[in-house]
């Protein structure tokens, strides 16, 4: 298994800018989710999904979209990128139900500049 | 809204001293508790989780928890820290009986180990 994986590793954006950030994972998890880690902060979820056509907006989901048609795969999608959201992101799948043990995995992340 | 705290923001520490992180989380309910680390350009990982029964609950690499419901606290501990322990650890809750897929991070502690 790969696990989740995320791809770029790395991107440099202009304001302005759109790009899709990709997740995928090979667990046949049913939940995923994009969180965004910013120093001093930790980690703030930006949207989550429970099943393929399902999504949700977490803590801090402006500036942000997604959408979920496979049950593997999660893309973000930042719609006019600011520097503000200059942040590294975190993508994380679990199985899905079940009780509150149920542990998430983390893709390696992408690390977003934006100028 | 819930929160968690973690109040040590930088820690330094030489081989073989004691380690304790503090985590203190705002909810009366349910709670399930999660301590994450970040190794160096590594995604995070689990190291131990609590949901119920034995408040002292053991991870890997000899790290442990103490849930303390009285004081809304889950302090990770080890006893001799070692220098490949170096990592961002997080703190992480959720809340109720079933999985959510949602995780709320505390603001994260770097803990640099001096050889």
């Known amino acids: 298994n790969a696990g989740v994986t995320q791809t770029p590793k790395f991107q440099v954006l202009k304001t302005g800018q759109s790009m899709t950030l990709q997740c995928a994972q090979d667990?046949?998890?049913?939940?995923m989710s994009w969180y965004r880690q910013d120093p001093g902060m930790g980690l703030r979820l930006i949207h989550y999904?429970?099943?393929?056509?399902?999504?949700d907006q977490g803590e801090v989901p402006n500036g942000y979209n997604v959408s979920r048609s496979t049950t593997e795969d999660f893309p973000l999608r930042l719609l006019s990128a600011a520097p503000s959201q200059t942040s590294v992101y975190f993508c994380?799948?679990?199985?899905?139900?079940?009780?509150?043990?149920?542990?998430?995995?983390f893709g390696p992340g992408t690390r977003l500049t934006v100028l | 809204a819930q929160s968690v705290s973690q109040h040590n923001h930088h820690v330094i520490l030489s081989e073989a001293a004691s380690l304790e992180l503090g985590c203190n989380y705002s909810?009366?309910?349910?709670?399930?508790l999660f301590w994450y680390v970040q190794y160096p350009g590594q995604h995070l990982q689990l190291l131990l989780k609590?949901?119920?029964?034995?408040?002292l609950v053991k991870g890997i690499k000899g790290f442990e928890a103490e849930f303390i419901k009285s004081k809304f606290s889950f302090n990770l501990r080890k006893p001799s820290v070692q220098w490949s322990d170096t990592a961002e650890y997080f703190c992480?809750?959720?809340?109720?009986?079933?999985?959510?897929?949602?995780?709320?991070f505390g603001q994260g502690t770097t803990l640099q180990v001096k050889p």
């Open positions: 994380a799948s679990s199985y899905g139900g079940g009780s509150a043990q149920v542990e998430q995995f």
């Open positions: 667990m046949n998890h049913e939940y």
């Open positions: 999904s429970v099943g393929a056509g399902i999504t």
């Open positions: 909810y009366g309910g349910t709670v399930n």
């Open positions: 609590y949901f119920s029964g034995d408040p």
């Open positions: 992480a809750v959720t809340h109720g009986s079933s999985n959510t897929g949602k995780l709320i």
